[in-house]
């Protein structure tokens, strides 16, 4: 496992953008993939995108249609959600998470990372 610690989240108005950090800690050198997850009120936690640490690679959920970008830092290992176009929908709560276990994964199930980060909240609102 790693530690995780994100930043980056707020309150931006309709339109607006953000970008998410996600830096880890502790046993890096069996780093697989980084992602990004959300959960909104009432709502179960829904996959936003991942990234492969080596080779690269990059996932998104449907929703996400060429509005973020998952990227990654590789030499200060940190990943990076980069929000455009954010609807008042996007409000969440939003939580990196880390495989260190396997190359082979299910990107959308959150039983595929062994390490969560305590989530930033992301509020869309004028």
């Known amino acids: 496992q790693v530690q995780l610690v994100e930043s980056g989240g707020g309150l931006v108005q309709p339109g607006g953008s953000l970008r998410l950090s996600c830096t880890f800690s502790?046993?890096?050198?069996?780093?697989?993939?980084m992602s990004w997850f959300r959960q909104a009120p009432g709502k179960e936690r829904e996959f936003v995108a991942g990234i492969r640490w080596a080779p690269s690679g990059r996932y998104y959920g449907d929703f996400v249609k060429g509005r973020f970008t998952i990227s990654r830092d590789n030499a200060e290992n940190t990943a990076y959600l980069q929000m455009d176009s954010l609807t008042p929908e996007d409000t969440a709560v939003y939580y990196c998470?880390?495989?260190?276990?396997?190359?082979?994964?299910?990107?959308?199930?959150?039983?595929?990372?062994?390490?969560w980060g305590q989530g930033t909240q992301v509020t869309v609102s004028s």
């Open positions: 998470a880390a495989n260190t276990r396997t190359y082979a994964l299910h990107w959308a199930s959150v039983a595929s990372y062994d390490s």
């Open positions: 502790g046993r890096t050198s069996t780093m697989y993939a």
